[in-house]
């Protein structure tokens, strides 16, 4: 799903509540999250119209089951200028179906102690639902009536618009969002308005909400919405055969009405910029550098690149932070990202500060000055060895939440992969040597290649003055 234009709304109670009607909870199970592990254990099947179905059975604290459903749709050509209309999908999937009214889903969704996240954007939908085993089949009814059945009211449209356009008004001067949308615009300003990757300013975005009528939105699902191109994956104490069954019943027969294929957004050089953007009255500022590597994550540079991350501003004890927030406390936050797509090279490197206006010309020498040490001395051995073991373990434990990784079966689900890519990528990970890591990080990251967008009241703190 496009990150851009993804909304969503949460309906049902927490699972937890659950506990009202069983006093006798089912204990959970000693979990393996290995990769290795995680891959032995699950069930794959493919329904008539295209859907794969992935299924991890597990015993679970309480019995709770995760469930999502992930639509994928459209290609570059077919979405062009639809943005708008599927980013208000998202709202109105819950505001009622054939057979039920808004309040009537909230109340079986109550009914059934179940939680239903459904959202939407450009070229997708999702659908996750966490209740326990023996509401699961209730549960993924509703979804899938959700899903397939939602009747668009025509008294809540305008209501769910005038919601979203208030959210993007209300954010016009939020110092977070205008450095992120600047950076943005700068990797795809090559793409015309109405591209889905064409990053739209917060004007051109009421715009365009502003512009789109309930019978696009009816269309855009017309056209679009179906389950040839998705996937269901269920972690939690099921029955392997009924919940096959079941999704078969639910989705077998709802094909997509149109081709989807991936839209892409490559690597492309970009002429860095220094940008300064005044929000008045704003008690912090943000701070962001930024650049464009050519890496997707199955190139050989990627491993050493994602330690090298890590270390640098990726976790609370990288470089950036305990420089920039511990040693010199001039900011709240300091941290690095590097954003890397699958089979597509279009890659991001970013560090990001908030802290005090006043202090942004300081922060900003910090990174800088932290940047091109690292640059010349590379990593240390100690350093590198606690890093690998800290990053794994965080992995880990991210494959132990269930919801997080339902996300991680479907997407691996996406593009053909098994969890044998997760177990490679660590082995490669946990093979690195200093050396190795350093010499990747001094080829790929060049210091003379960053933007800089600094957002905050700089007048009112007397710096940054042109």
């Known amino acids: 799903m496009h990150p851009k234009s993804r909304l969503a709304l949460v309906i049902g109670v927490p699972v937890l509540a659950a506990a009202a009607f069983s006093q006798a909870l089912p204990p959970g199970e000693a979990f393996d999250p290995t990769p290795s592990n995680i891959e032995s254990r699950l069930a794959r099947a493919k329904l008539a119209n295209g859907m794969k179905v992935v299924l991890l059975p597990k015993k679970t604290p309480g019995g709770t089951v995760v469930a999502q459903v992930t639509?994928?749709?459209?290609?570059?050509?077919?979405?062009?200028?639809?943005?708008?209309?599927?980013?208000?999908?998202?709202?109105?999937?819950?505001?009622?179906?054939?057979?039920?009214?808004?309040?009537?889903?909230?109340?079986?969704?109550?009914?059934?102690?179940?939680?239903?996240?459904?959202?939407?954007?450009?070229?997708?939908?999702?659908?996750?639902?966490?209740?326990?085993?023996?509401?699961?089949?209730?549960?993924?009814?509703?979804?899938?009536?959700?899903?397939?059945?939602?009747?668009?009211?025509?008294?809540?449209?305008?209501?769910?618009?005038?919601?979203?356009?208030?959210?993007?008004?209300?954010?016009?001067?939020?110092?977070?969002?205008?450095?992120?949308?600047?950076?943005?615009?700068?990797?795809?300003?090559?793409?015309?308005?109405?591209?889905?990757?064409y990053t739209p300013t917060v004007d051109e975005q009421i715009e365009d909400l502003k512009k789109v009528a309930l019978e696009d939105v009816r269309r855009f699902y017309a056209q679009f919405y179906g389950a040839s191109n998705a996937d269901?994956?269920?972690?939690?104490?099921?029955?392997?055969?009924e919940v096959r069954k079941l999704a078969a019943d639910l989705f077998g027969d709802?094909?997509?009405?149109?081709?989807?294929?991936?839209?892409?957004?490559?690597?492309?050089?970009?002429?860095?910029?220094?940008?300064?953007?005044?929000?008045?009255?704003?008690?912090?500022?943000?701070?962001?550098?930024a650049t464009f590597i050519k890496l997707s994550d199955e190139d050989p540079d990627y491993p050493a690149l994602l330690l090298a991350n890590y270390m640098l501003g990726g976790s609370p004890g990288a470089r950036l932070f305990k420089r920039i927030r511990l040693t010199e406390n001039l900011a709240d936050s300091a941290l690095s990202v590097l954003q890397v797509p699958t089979r597509n090279d279009g890659s991001v490197f970013a560090g990001t500060s908030?802290?005090?206006?006043?202090?942004?010309?300081?922060?900003?020498?910090s990174f800088k000055d932290e940047l091109a040490r690292t640059l010349k001395d590379g990593f240390a051995t100690d350093e590198v060895a606690a890093a690998k073991k800290a990053w794994l373990q965080g992995q880990s434990v991210v494959r132990s939440e269930d919801q997080a990784l339902a996300a991680t079966l479907s997407w691996r689900e996406c593009y053909g992969r098994t969890m044998k890519f997760d177990e490679a990528l660590e082995a490669k990970v946990a093979a690195l040597t200093p050396a190795q890591v350093s010499e990747t990080f001094r080829r790929r990251i060049d210091p003379s290649a960053f933007s800089y967008v600094r957002a905050g009241d700089f007048k009112k703190a007397g710096v940054l003055q042109e």
């Open 71 to 197: 639509l994928r749709f459209g290609d570059e050509k077919s979405l062009f200028g639809k943005s708008a209309a599927a980013q208000l999908i998202g709202g109105l999937l819950m505001r009622g179906t054939k057979s039920r009214t808004r309040s009537q889903i909230q109340e079986e969704a109550k009914r059934l102690h179940a939680q239903i996240d459904v959202s939407s954007g450009i070229d997708g939908a999702t659908a996750i639902i966490e209740t326990v085993e023996a509401n699961l089949a209730g549960a993924l009814r509703l979804a899938a009536e959700i899903l397939r059945q939602s009747s668009f009211p025509e008294g809540e449209f305008e209501q769910v618009r005038q919601q979203r356009i208030a959210n993007v008004e209300s954010r016009m001067s939020e110092q977070q969002m205008l450095a992120s949308l600047a950076i943005s615009r700068l990797l795809t300003s090559i793409y015309p308005r109405g591209d889905v990757r």
């Open 232 to 241: 269901l994956v269920v972690v939690g104490p099921f029955d392997r055969a």
């Open 254 to 289: 709802w094909k997509s009405p149109s081709p989807y294929q991936p839209v892409l957004t490559p690597y492309r050089k970009v002429a860095p910029v220094d940008r300064k953007i005044e929000t008045p009255e704003k008690p912090n500022a943000v701070f962001v550098a």
């Open 354 to 365: 908030i802290g005090a206006p006043q202090n942004v010309p300081k922060v900003e020498a």
